[in-house]
């Protein structure tokens, strides 16, 4: 029998041991490599886009080019209504979905629905733009909040759909089963029993994939478009925190700028609100936890 | 005891099959509208680029021209671009997210996993536009200043570190896409790591094995498919960035040696020209460009999918 590799010399033993520590430092080194972005963004965020922040920025329009001060009111309306718009869409097909893909969809069926969902998922958000602007704005002639809404609510689908199915699979199946040896319908089973029980997992899923579209801005360059004054017409263009916050970016102006880090502090501490709460909610002892 | 009876509201409507069928049509009608929207993605992008792949044919793939004066329009500059800055992205974010991920199955202590987990979650939540915006006013600066000229200093003699340093340029864009790929790189390569059976470690801890050891033998060569699944995920997102990559790349047409030149990708293009495309044939090679940008992020995100369902499924079924 051969001895084990692993047991030669005193100094050859050493040397394993230092690679190892080495080894070991080195990954610790990358996990701080890997999460020091955020802290440098939400430093930068703080010392450059606090300042800016004050009663003005959440209550007044953008000012022209050249005058100071002004703010974002338009925008957060503006995004908040886009939001909603989305949720429209996106929430309802996807829990359908997720429950087409946890309670009634074949194996076969389903990993074809899940796979269509991933691919989905993967599609560049800026071509969800390209799609919706031949599909609302092209034939209405005019860039439009509903338009920018659509191409948030597709975005979700996928994602609502996905994180419903998890839930729901949770459900234990004996619930389902004493509801119906009850005589109650089906489709009641699902709507009053499996729903109720899972929606905390439901509206976390609906949260972040919230979250997750109300960032985005790709997919509004050529549907909402943007606005400098507010939206009284939903057939109109409207403003977004991202898209201010990008054609403030690129503008040639400080104040501009510091309008921007404003405008990036409020959409990132809105998000990372949403999310973190969601978190801590979900922690809960629940079993439909997600 | 007697059983509850199931309260009347929930009963009322009797035997009838109809609602039943009703609602699981609906189920399935909100189900197949992903299949509906994949079909409805693909077709639209054709029906925008019909001109342009009438007009330019497969040429347009391979074309390096981009002018819409004379329109004249070939994608090769922007392809190019796409590729360089993820391949630069992949580079750094896989050996950077498989460490993490290392870490946070082999070595971090319990307790800080969870916390280290969400900050990771936290970044991967962080909107592409804000970190276009910290890349223009501080990462690009920054990496003009400092990073560039040390590698011009050192590595210059290479063509890729060559020519005048402008900031926004192919390397600034691969560094801000690796940041934003991280999260998936380290979140699914942790996936397949706490796939690796314990048995694997207790194996060779048992035979004397130091960490790195195990980490090496029985953890890192049981997880190398589908930590290469992982890798071709990220590629999947990189290709596809657009904000972030548009703010700091550079965005000309141009294929240069050196990653200190600015570039353009596929996805920037159409973010920066789409709303002032003034020519039909321009419009049309735009959604041309979209659709060539469809079919890569589409095709690598399938190959990822499949790759990484095969090394979960096989891995699960080895634990059991």
Redesign the interface.
Known sequence: MNP????PSAARQRW??T??R???V???G??V???A??F??IY??LV?GASAIDWHFFTQLPKPTGEAGGGMANAIVGSLTLLAMAAVIGV??????????A???GQRSNE??R??????N??????????V???LVVPFKTFSAYAGGVALG?MM??LV?RTTEEVLILVPQSYREA?LA???????V???IVLKTALKGIVTGVLIAL??V?????PL??TA?GNNFWNHNLKEPIAAL?LQ??AY??SPYDDW?RQ??AG?LV??GL??AI??SV?FLSRERNPAKP | MTSA??PSH??S?GPSRV??A???W??????A???A??V??GA??Y??ARLAIAKFGPAFLVHSKWDPVTDEFGALPFIFGTFVSSLIALVIAV???V??A???T???PFWLRQP?V??????A??????????G???LVPWLRDHLFVWLKHTLGFLPLFQGPLYGVSMLAGGIIIA?MI?PII?SVSREILRSVPNLQREAAYG???????V?RIAVLSYASRGIFGAAILGL??A?????AVT?VIGNRPEISASLFAPGYTL?SV??NE??EATSDLYLNS??EL?LV??AL??L???LA?AMLKTVMSGASGKVQ
């Open positions: 084990s590799p692993f047991l394993r041991r690679k190892s080495a080894v070991t080195l990954l610790c990358c996990a490599v890997v999460m972005p955020l440098l963004v930068y965020l450059e309802p097909l996807g829990i359908l979905g997720g429950i087409y893909l309670e009634y969809g074809w629905l796979f269509a969902a991933d691919v989905l993967g599609v560049p958000s800026i071509v969800w733009g390209m799609v602007y031949l599909m597709l689908i996928p759909m509801a009850l005589g109650i319908a089906r489709w009641k699902i709507v009053v979250a997750r109300a960032g985005e801005t790709a360059l050529f478009l991202p916050i990008f970016a690129i700028h921007a880090w990036a959409l990132l998000i990372l999310n973190l978190r | 009876p199931a929930l009963l409507g609602p039943d009703a609602f699981k609906l189920a399935l009608a909100g189900a509208v992903v299949v929207l994949i409805l993605v639209e992008l029906a925008g050996p950077l997210g460490a993490a290392l870490y946070l082999e070595i971090a280290v969400t900050v990771i979650e936290m970044l939540a962080v909107p592409s536009v804000i970190f276009g915006l910290w223009i006013f501080v940041i991280l380290t035979l004397g094995a130091t960490r790195w050891e980490i999947g997102r290709l596809g960035e657009t904000m703010m996805a159409i973010a789409f709303a735009l959604f979209g940008l469809l992020t589409v690598i995100n399938v999918q």
